[in-house]
């Protein structure tokens, strides 16, 4: 297990940028890295995930405007997102996967705003 805290969010205008970062207590080098994200009234929403091997994937509502990136030494992920809109809005969360193991952060908001 990893303890994973997460910073970056805040409030940006509809076309801004974010960058999120999530830091490990550990080592992240054998885990799947993602971001998920939660806003009210809504389900927890898959955003994108990092594997070990360094392959990407991401959530359908992305269309190519986030980047998910790691760094095994600095046990850190990010993610780059731009073109935001009101939809974006939401709490995000780190996640670390191993197997069936998952680890969480705690969040940061996001909330995009003019």
């Known amino acids: 297990q990893v303890q994973l805290v997460e910073s970056g969010g805040g409030l940006v205008e509809p076309g801004g940028s974010l960058r999120l970062s999530c830091v490990a207590s550990?080592?992240?080098?054998?885990?799947?890295m993602g971001w998920y994200r939660h806003a009210p009234r809504n389900q927890r929403e898959f955003v994108a995930e990092?594997?070990?091997?360094?392959?990407?994937s991401y959530g359908d509502f992305v269309k190519d405007r986030f980047i998910i990136t790691r760094d095994n030494a600095k046990k850190t992920v990010h993610l780059q997102m731009s073109g935001l809109n009101s939809g974006d809005t939401a709490a995000y969360f780190c996640?670390?996967?191993?197997?069936?193991?998952?680890?969480w952060g705690q969040g940061t908001q996001v909330t995009v705003s003019s």
């Open positions: 996640n670390a996967r191993f197997f069936l193991l998952n680890d």
């Open positions: 550990g080592s992240i080098s054998d885990k799947a």
């Open positions: 990092i594997n070990s091997g360094g392959i990407t």
